[in-house]
């Protein structure tokens, strides 16, 4: 008998080894593969190293639009700072040439640090995409880095530590929103005190959040973390206690440019979600059957996550469904484009995703044990938003002229009445 419990308490622990070393050395040395493609030379001067470079590189971009097309307005908004005054939103506005019918608004830099991208598809649709024959019907405008100080500061929240995406509303009662479930998550997602990337709690990441997916289903807790929260300021996916100054600026924008347009699309470009080096239609989800199909149609070809397969969850205050609420007399069609970096719709991705922003919210509140751990976490964090791969940065390029290209033509061709 005494043997048999030896045999199994021997089992039970070669066992528990083996888990905790999987568990360690899958979660550690996580990258999943960048896509194959050959590397397109000519594409990588559109990514820069800087918020300032970037923004220059828009502007560059906007006065050569201005050569090319007719009436184009370009023009900045500063967003208020405490501590830059520096830190703009910049607009290029291209009205339709024929028939004020419709707009298309397409934004980047909704989470600051994801700007980095969004400019630089932005760039590329303003130098090899837009002709003036396809503004014939459709005006079009771009705005660059609704977040600026995000972008700036490598961040993907505001100033005050709100994440824009779940700031956005037109009345006020979305800041008595309330999400319990991140109260029971908030030991996990929100640590105090000094990072140190490489504590046994930090190594062991991958158990703690198994452990609290045992207790839950992945869509109870990507709902729960995900959704927005509105109470713990420090804390992710914090979405405010008041308005961010940008709101009013963006919001008095797209009322006198939409004016004239009775239809407004908007497509918000983001990255970080998904499988790596795929862009994804990822839309908050949608009611309205009119929509979905004009939606459809637009992206015809394209397969669109409506929010029917398991890592669907709804977000209150996002950008892009304001600009509907704001704009409530237009037919106004909604879209998310995101650019997948670590493979986030599978369960180790997803982990590592919420870990990198775990670990750099808490660096920025608490500090860092050692510079070591500073630049490791921040690196990371970076990477997760602004690949430095050439070939998935090749590969989010080419797919994107594809799609702008046909998705501007079906727009201009959208029967909307
Ligand atoms: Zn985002």
Known sequence: MKK????????IIVLVIGILGYSYISFNSYAPADPEVQVDKNVQHYFHNSYVESRKAFLLEAKKIEAKFDSVQVFSRKVPSRIDTNLTIDFCYIPARKETDKLLIITSG??????????????????EILTPEMVDNVGVLLVHSVNPYGFKYIRRVTENNVDFNRNCDTNKSLFS??????????????????????????KFFMLVAINQLLKKSMASLRQAVLQGQYKYKNGLYFGGFSFEPQLAILGNVFKTISADYTTVFNIDLHTGYGVRGVAHLFPNPIDDKKIKSGLETIFKGYEINWGDSDDFYIINGSFTDYIGKLLNDKTYFPMV???????SQSTVGSI??????ILENQGFHYGYKSSSDSIRVMQSFK???????EKWRTKIMNDSKILFRK???NYADLKTN
């Open 337 to 343: 484009l995101e650019y997948g970096t670590l493979n």
């Open 352 to 357: 590592k995703s919420i870990h990198n922003m």
């Open 177 to 202: 929103s309330k999400n319990e479930g991140y109260g029971k998550l908030i030991g996990m997602l929100n640590p105090t005190g000094k990072v140190n990337a490489s504590s046994i709690k930090n």
């Open 383 to 389: 990477e997760m938003y602004n690949p430095s791969s």
């Open 407 to 409: 998705t501007l033509k």
């Open 110 to 127: 909704t989470h600051g640090v994801e700007g980095y991208v969004g400019s630089a598809v932005q760039q590329m649709l303003m130098s």
């Open 4 to 11: 048999v419990l030896k045999i199994t308490a021997f089992i």
